[in-house]
């Protein structure tokens, strides 16, 4: 057996066919000529990667719940977690930009704005957070509009999670289960019940490592949106955000708001 690795290809090595890095490394285009932008840029893309993998494995993770196949979702959300933790991670290099430091690209985003992020907006839709409104922006772009009406009809994550439980036989309220699903989650007393009732009984039966699960996730979603709060207070106060947003005011409202609130608010009842 040789030593040295083979060097020789016909065509482009085998690393590039599978990766295809030569493609994701000719992605950036600065429209300035501040040399951060290039940061900027490449850590948000990197942001729409990680958001790309946590959607197939929260889709992943409902699948399964849907065929109750607890081993599998688990699986999932398990990888979820790390990938979540990568993401949070990927604030780092834009989380000390100084006011002057974002204005001297700013204007290269004109009115982009990362809401406007298709990917985002499906692991909204798969919390549960649903909106149809935001589908507007994607009208012009057929196949992501159509991804995104697509998900916003289907069960979220989280109503999955609550069919299994019922499933299980757990009292899952009924009209929680006929819910509207293309509408945003809003908490339940009678789902806040029933998730006291798993944590106040066996930690290591099925219910309640979902539960855990799911709060593992939760806590990083807050975390992201707090992360993302912190670096825009740091890069532009509480100025007006691109794309018309309200900036830190709407970032502010966004953290304050739990994802999978009954597995919060059951604590209290346990």
Known sequence: MSETPNLDFAGTTPYEDYVQADVLTHLQHPLSDDPGEMVFLVTTQVMELWFTVIVHEWQTAADALRADDLDTALAALRRSTYELKSLNASWEPL???TPAQFNSYRA???EGSGFQSAMYRRMEFLLGE???SMLVPHRGAPRVHDELEKALHEPSLYDEVLFHLHRQGLEIPAHVLTRDVTQRYEPDPGVEAVWAAVYSGD???????LGEALTEVAELVWRWRNDHLVATRRA????????GSAGVAWLEKRARKNVFPELWTARSHV
């Open 203 to 209: 930690p290591q039966a099925g219910p309640a490592r």
């Open 130 to 132: 649903k909106s149809a």
């Open 108 to 110: 290269a985003l004109g």
């Open 95 to 97: 989380a000390h930009l």
């Open 236 to 243: 532009m106060g509480s100025k007006q955000g691109t794309g």
